[in-house]
Each structure stands twice: as structure tokens, then as C-alpha cells.
């Protein structure tokens, strides 16, 4: 098949009319899918309509650590009545709570800035990625248990389709592998080797055959859910910037948007990223409050000191996203009791001494344990997702 055929098709889709962003599948179920595309579509714009054009773009920022480019996120906002917003996972593991907690919070403001959130379970990535020792069903079921951890945590799935990688594949290889070998085409091994570490690994480490298809991939993801925006963590920005290289080799003129949200570190010292091959670095989203309780106890958190300082982190990006506040129990000669309503108080005070790691550390178990309890309630409650936990917490977590 001729590139140029791939590269048509994407720039078809970028100059479409907003409506047309359900792909062409000769599936038996396709009109409900479109059907149903269109309802909630309806219900995104009605829902957004109270919302000023600065009110939109302002919550969608505040998502981000970085944006690429601000000037285009305003300028879709303003052109596309309901923006599609891709955000993507490998099940690979027991849910961690930037993974649960983060994505839950920036989904729902997604939402409410009247985006679609299209959720890419990328089952067939874990696997060249060897997750779950590549094993696609113990892929597969955990990718059920942590859909069914967002549904508890609060996430609002009306604006909300999971799409499982495997299966949307399979529907449209046709669409699909011609924008994959294109993508291949157009770029060097050296330039997709630089992209690695999306997949978690360095990029002098030796890669699988498997592994390389990867970030051509990923790259084409975007252009194959029809993104306009590109929803991820900063560790995932090179292929993002990748694909928007593609568009300047295609002349494609709207380019997708990266909006990359902040990677919560360890609870460790020096650890910039959660890690679920050690537990004592994370909380878990279905963790009991013993276990929360006694992880951020033993959480580093130095006196005075704000940068890099893990528990401040989780207060800035969980707690006050969740509450907007931050409250503080403590004795009347050490303080009183303090409710911080910007982080910029706490911070001036933490920095003063006024607010010490033995009144941050309480404060914030509490309030994080407030947040998993539904959670926890739901794997008590629903069998199903009980046997979903017990199973996945026997898999052993592979690199």
C-alpha cells in the first residue's frame, strides 16, 4: 500500500467535520457506537454551556506541567464543540494512586472542559512490552481490575470510552498498520530508540524486536483515535512530539496537543518515579489504612525542605485537586489546628518551620485514606471485583 494512502487518511480526518470523529468500521455494532457517540456528544456540549471559553482552557491547563502549544489548545476550543482527549495504559500491576487518583482528577476536569475522553487500554502493548511475562489474558484482567478502580475512585465515565488496544486493532487493521509502517517509514531506528523510555527503559538498553514496533505504535494511536489532544505524563512527551513531527512530514496542519500532567515521585529519597516492583515506594489504590498510614509515616519528608520532598507533592497534586484544602490537626502548643486553602500557604510555612513533617505526615494519610475508602469499599463489596484483586495481586510484576 502506497504511504501517501496513510498519510491521506489522517489528514482527511484532521480537516473532517467535528462530528465525524467515529471511524468507518464494518462492524455489526458500529451504528449504536455512533449512535451513542452522538448522545454523549450532545450531552459534553449542554454540559460545558455554562462554561466561558477562558474557564475551559484554564481547567485544561491546569492539568498539564507543560502544554504544547497553549496558542492551539485555545484556538481547538474555540473551532471543535467536543475535542477528543487520549489518554493511554498498560495494565501491568496492582494500580498505584497517581495512576488511579491523578488520572481520576484530570479525567473529570477533561470532562468538564466538555472533552471526549477517549481511555486506550493498550493490552497488546503490555505484551511487546513483556508485561505479565507477555501474557495477554493476565494482561487482559488486569486491565478490567483497574477500570473497575476508576469506576469506584469517582471517575465521571459518561464523557468516557475504553477502547482495548487488541480488539479496536483487529476491528480496523486496515486504517491501522498502513499509518504504522508509514510512521516506520518516515523515521530512523536512532530517532525511535530515543523514544524508549515510554516503555519504561533507557535508551542504551538493549530492546527487543517487539519493543521497537512500540513507539511507532503509540505514535500512530493518536492519529487512529482521532486525538486532538494527547493527555499523558511527561515521561510519555517524546513520542507525543513525535507524532507531531509526522504531521510537519504529512503537511498535516492541526497537529495533536500535548498536555503532559506532572509524574508523582516515590516515597523514597531520589525516587522521581512510583515504582510498583517496590511497594514501600507507592500506595495502592486498594491499600487499608494501616498500610497507607504506615507508608507515609516512613515517607521521606525533610524539615524545611519543599523541593523534591514527596509528601508535599502528593498534598500539591492529590489532596488539593481532590478537596481544595489541606487540613491540620495538631496540639494547641504546637500550632493548633491549621486549614491551608493554597499551597503556596503551606509552603511558606513548611519553609518557616511553622509546619513540621510530624503535622504534615497524619494530615496527609488521613486525607489520602479518605480518598481510597470507596474504593476499598468496593472491593469488600462487590465480589467480582474481589476475585479480580486476589488475582492480580498473585501475578508477579515483571520489568
Given amino acids: 500500500m502506497d504511504s501517501s494512502v496513510a498519510a491521506d487518511a489522517v489528514n482527511a480526518e484532521a480537516s473532517a467535520p467535528a462530528a465525524a470523529s467515529m471511524e468507518p468500521s464494518a462492524a455489526p455494532e458500529a451504528s449504536n457506537r455512533a449512535s451513542s457517540s452522538a448522545a454523549a456528544a450532545e450531552d ?40 477528543i482527549c487520549y489518554d493511554g495504559f498498560e495494565p501491568s500491576g496492582r494500580m498505584h494512586i497517581a495512576q488511579g487518583v491523578v488520572k481520576t482528577i484530570n479525567v473529570n476536569k477533561m470532562i468538564r ?15 511487546l512490552n513483556n508485561k ?44 491501522y498498520w498502513p499509518l504504522v509502517m508509514d510512521i516506520g517509514r ?12 515510554i516503555m519504561g527503559r533507557s535508551d542504551n ?12 505504535m503509540q505514535c500512530a494511536d493518536i492519529f487512529f483515535l482521532k486525538a486532538d489532544i494527547c493527555q499523558l505524563g511527561m515521561d510519555q512527551r517524546k513520542v507525543n512530539m513525535l507524532a507531531r ?3 510537519d512530514d504529512i503537511k498535516r496542519k492541526n497537529k495533536p496537543i500535548i498536555l503532559s500532567h506532572h509524574m508523582l515521585p516515590g516515597f523514597k529519597e531520589g525516587q522521581e518515579k512510583m515504582s510498583k516492583s517496590d511497594p514501600t515506594s507507592a500506595i495502592f489504590m486498594e491499600d487499608d489504612e494501616a498500610q497507607v498510614n504506615l507508608k507515609i509515616k516512613q515517607a521521606f519528608c525533610p524539615p524545611k525542605i519543599v523541593d523534591k ?17 489541606f487540613e491540620v490537626v495538631r496540639k494547641e502548643n504546637n500550632g493548633g489546628n491549621k486549614t491551608f486553602l493554597t499551597m503556596d500557604e503551606l509552603v511558606a510555612d513548611y519553609e518557616a518551620g511553622d509546619l513540621h513533617p510530624a503535622d504534615v505526615k497524619p494530615a496527609l494519610a ?17 465480589s467480582e471485583a474481589k476475585v479480580l484483586l486476589n488475582t492480580v495481586k498473585k501475578y508477579r510484576v515483571s520489568s
Fill in 205 to 216: 538498553e538493549e530492546l527487543t524486536a517487539a519493543q521497537i514496533f512500540y513507539p511507532c
Fill in 132 to 175: 505479565m511475562g507477555g501474557d495477554l489474558k493476565k494482561i487482559q484482567t488486569v486491565g478490567r481490575y483497574m477500570i473497575e478502580i476508576w469506576k469506584a475512585a469517582g471517575m465521571n465515565l459518561d464523557g468516557v470510552e475504553f477502547l482495548w488496544s487488541s480488539e479496536e486493532i483487529n476491528r480496523c487493521a486496515n486504517e
Fill in 245 to 247: 513531527e509526522y504531521c
Fill in 186 to 197: 518516515k523515521n530512523n531506528i536512532k530517532r525511535i530508540t530515543r523514544c524508549c523510555t
Fill in 366 to 382: 488521613k486525607a489520602i485514606n479518605e480518598i481510597l475508602k470507596p474504593v476499598r469499599d468496593h472491593f469488600n463489596s462487590s
Fill in 309 to 325: 520532598n514527596p509528601c508535599l507533592e502528593y498534598i500539591q497534586y492529590i489532596v488539593f485537586p481532590w478537596f481544595d484544602k
Fill in 44 to 83: 459534553l456540549v449542554g454540559g460545558v454551556a455554562g462554561l466561558s471559553l477562558d474557564e475551559r482552557f484554564d481547567l485544561l491547563m491546569s492539568i498539564g506541567e507543560e502544554c504544547i502549544q497553549p496558542d492551539e489548545l485555545k484556538r481547538l476550543l474555540q473551532n471543535k464543540p467536543v475535542p
Fill in 113 to 127: 472542559a466538555g472533552c471526549k475522553v477517549k481511555i486506550w487500554i493498550a493490552d497488546w502493548f503490555a505484551q
